[in-house]
């Protein structure tokens, strides 16, 4: 039986439920194989891991058909036992591991043993391998985790070379897939340059079958700048800087990063990140998207950068073992290291913005020039050592969130003023080679100018604000305090989390994790909720409302699969919402909220143009994820009247003891207790996860200057004087 076809349906509809019986080990094992070997480019990734868990100085990967034909790396590394050629491609035999203990210190890159079975599950394996000592080697195929034959004597050359034919033979579907999207050969030559670019003592190469011409070639090397020009061309190497951050205040150092970052002059239109913690090439989304908000905050319309990072962690942080192809893994302290790493990027970035205008000026081109004498006497007053810091009156006033002892510091103001000369600079620098840039399937333009609007209408001096405001508190309902330098604000919190969420929903957009529904949620009945109160459609029987609740609900049941690939919102055929997109990691929506936004959904969203289609999808989004006040009315102060319990519920038995109740007796502890809850969740939202999301990604709009979204309320520097004369 093919795993790929759809098992029989037993059963049916209404009648008996399906038998359920016990798979076949070889079906589990193709299963489990697909998982491991998700496409060809997997494929490589695990035998170049094994090559270089073997200690191998040099590794060839030939690859025919984008890897479907055939993959075939070579390494000369330790090479395999004769007497281990038996289990070699069994599932779970690795000499990696052999406690689960292990796992916490395991320095190799496989543990697992599932590699090298898998391939055989799924394609026709053959390993020619000889050890050190001996006169020849061995050669044997694989199918379905046992050998085919003994191994055969053979001529080799040190180390092992593992060939894999026709992957995926069994799997029609999935064949088909691969043979028809693009070639994985891209993402291969990818993988290796990555690999190169770390690993700079292995000589690396990568080339299709029959061609003598490599597309990879690295030679080692004791300098990993070298090894970065050597794979990504000097262009690129030219326009970075190196970078280094450790943890400084830990007794012995756990924590250090070192790497290199593009500057402002840099030109790309996709982000690359390599990324390797403690030497596993891995991919780390909300590092990838924090650093690229850094970027684009500081350098706005600038490219997406290059970053080349290694970090290294004491083995027991790191859990390499929750991602079946070991392609993520999960720190300790996450949220912590990547403040480090933005700060220290954010840190660079201001520091090579002021150099890059010097160098600028070399270029000599008389309307750069003029730009950047103009930034240069814009900087004079705002230079971080500049004079600024003398002009507050006193050296109480705190100003810098990240230094609670109350250093003075000035910020680094006037991005805005760079972008005529970004796109000047744009034509006389190169792009990297195109072919590591395959087109991102989520890049649409309609997506893309709402993006740049979002660019256009960005405020800068609130931008300010947002990076570095200190919190001080929630005001009211709606309202919370922030200080900035000497000002006291007030920020009004449903406006600017509504943005922020509708901002990142076009940012994560084709690119959300799930939320999964712990049940799946009938669209019919959750727009029935929302419609209840609608006091505008009277209708004795609902009808009205009912159909509006059909209508809308095939609405979305038509466009289920365009706001499940852009947004993550996913519909079933019956018309059940079973996932939510995370919008902001560490942030789930207030569910009391959800039937009003399927209405919305299905009612407010533009369809038929695609960039108003997701212009109100978004803004649908950011206004269900926003911070309301809880709809619990807030029991603080005099709000604690309306948890008082029902006086006629009172009357009948209680009435006695009437006279003698304190007030606190009459309350509805449960309810109250549960609108406490809500509100201290809320406030702790604010503080922990929507401020410091905001300083990190909100690009506030020109309108929240003036639409009551901040509203300055003091200055300290007045307050000091006012208490000067007290
Ligand atoms: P894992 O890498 O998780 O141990 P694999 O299935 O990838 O599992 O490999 C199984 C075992 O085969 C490895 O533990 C290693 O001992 C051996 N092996 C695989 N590839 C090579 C190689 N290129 N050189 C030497 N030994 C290898
Ligand atoms: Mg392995």
Redesign the pocket.
């Known amino acids: 039986m093919d795993v790929d076809d759809p098992a029989p349906r037993g059963g049916g509809g209404g009648g008996e439920p399906p038998r359920i019986r016990r798979l076949e080990e070889s079906v589990v094992n193709r299963i489990a194989a697909g998982e491991v070997i998700q496409r060809p480019s997997s494929a490589v990734k695990?035998?170049v891991?094994?090559?270089i868990?073997?200690g191998?100085s040099t590794v060839s990967v030939t690859v025919k058909d984008g890897g479907l034909k055939l993959i075939q790396?070579s390494?000369d590394?330790?090479?395999?036992r004769f007497e281990?050629l038996p289990i070699?491609?069994e599932r779970h035999?690795?000499?990696?591991?052999s406690a689960y203990e292990d796992l916490q210190t395991i320095t190799?890159?496989?543990?697992?043993?599932?590699?090298?079975?898998s391939m055989t599950y799924v394609g026709h394996v053959t390993v020619t391998?000889i050890t050190e000592g001996q006169l020849h080697g061995y050669r044997v195929s694989y199918r379905d985790g046992v050998m085919e034959n003994d191994p055969k004597p053979c001529a080799a050359v040190k180390?092992?070379q593992?060939m894999v034919e026709n992957l995926f033979y069994n799997m029609v579907a999935r064949r088909k897939t691969l043979q028809n999207s693009n070639d994985d050969y891209p993402k291969i030559v990818d993988f290796i340059s990555r690999f190169a670019v770390h690993h700079i003592n292995v000589n690396f190469s990568c080339r299709k079958h029959g061609s003598n011409r490599a597309d990879v070639h690295s030679a080692s090397t004791s300098s990993r700048i070298d090894a970065i020009r050597n794979v990504y061309g000097a262009s690129v190497v030219r326009d970075l800087m190196e970078i280094e951050v450790s943890d400084e205040n830990a007794v012995d150092e756990i924590f250090r990063m070192d790497g290199f970052i593009s500057n402002a002059n840099y030109v790309a239109k996709k982000t690359t990140m390599i990324l390797f913690i403690n030497d596993r090439l891995v991919d780390c989304t909300s590092l990838k998207r924090a650093i690229e908000f850094v970027y684009s905050a500081i350098l706005p319309q600038a490219s997406k950068p290059f970053i080349y990072m290694s970090i290294n962690l004491p083995p027991e942080h790191v859990d390499v073992n929750i991602h079946p192809t070991k392609k993520e893994v999960s720190l300790l302290n996450q949220e912590r290291i990547i403040e480090m790493i933005k700060d220290a990027i954010e840190e660079k970035l201001m520091n090579c913005n002021t150099t890059r205008i010097f160098q600028t000026q070399a270029v000599n081109t008389s309307a750069l020039t003029q730009a950047s004498t103009q930034k240069e006497k814009g900087t004079e007053v705002n230079t971080p050592t500049g004079a600024k810091s003398q002009k507050i009156p006193s050296q109480m006033v705190r100003t810098d969130p990240r230094d609670p002892s109350g250093r003075l510091h000035t910020y680094w103001h006037g991005q805005s003023s760079n972008l005529e000369k970004k796109s000047d600079l744009v034509s006389v620098r190169n792009v990297v080679r195109s072919r590591r840039n395959p087109k991102d399937a989520g890049d649409l333009s309609s997506r893309h100018e709402l993006l740049t609007e979002i660019d256009t209408n960005l405020h800068s001096g609130l931008l300010d604000i947002v990076k570095n405001c200190t919190y001080v508190g929630v005001a009211d309902e709606v309202f919370a305090l922030i200080q900035h330098n000497t000002r006291l604000y007030l920020v009004n919190v449903v406006n600017v989390s509504k943005e922020l969420m509708y901002q990142q929903a076009l940012c994560r957009f084709g690119n959300f994790n799930a939320i999964q529904l712990s049940e799946p949620a009938p669209l019919r009945e959750l727009m029935m909720m929302a419609l209840k109160d609608d006091e505008s459609i009277s209708d004795e029987n609902d009808k009205e409302k009912l159909e509006i609740a059909e209508v809308n609900t095939e609405i979305l049941k038509e466009n289920a699969e365009m706001i499940n690939e852009y947004f993550s919102i996913h519909i079933d055929q019956s018309g059940n919402l079973t996932r939510l997109p995370v919008v902001l990691d560490q942030y789930t929506p207030d569910m009391d909220r959800l039937p009003e936004f399927t209405l919305t959904l299905g009612n407010d969203v533009t369809w038929d143009v695609e960039r108003d289609c997701f212009r109100t999808a978004a803004a649908a989004i950011g206004n269900f994820y926003a911070l309301h006040p809880p709809i619990l009315p807030n029991p603080s102060g005099n709000g604690i009247q309306l948890y008082k319990k029902n006086k006629d519920c009172m009357a009948s038995g209680e009435r006695d003891n009437d006279s003698t109740n304190t007030d606190e007796d009459e309350i509805d502890q449960e309810l109250l207790a549960e609108a406490e809850a809500a509100w201290a969740q809320r406030e702790w939202t604010i503080q922990h996860v929507l401020f410091p999301s905001m300083r990190l990604f909100l690009k506030p709009p020109k309108s929240m200057a003036t639409d009551g979204t901040f509203v300055q309320v003091a200055s300290l520097e007045k307050l000091y004087k006012i208490f000067e004369r007290c």
Request: aromatic share 2%.
């Open positions: 695990e035998l891991e094994n090559s868990d073997a191998a790396v390494d590394g330790h090479g395999i281990d070699l491609c035999t690795t000499s990696k591991l190799s890159m496989g543990f697992r043993g599932e590699a090298l079975a391998t180390g092992t593992v």
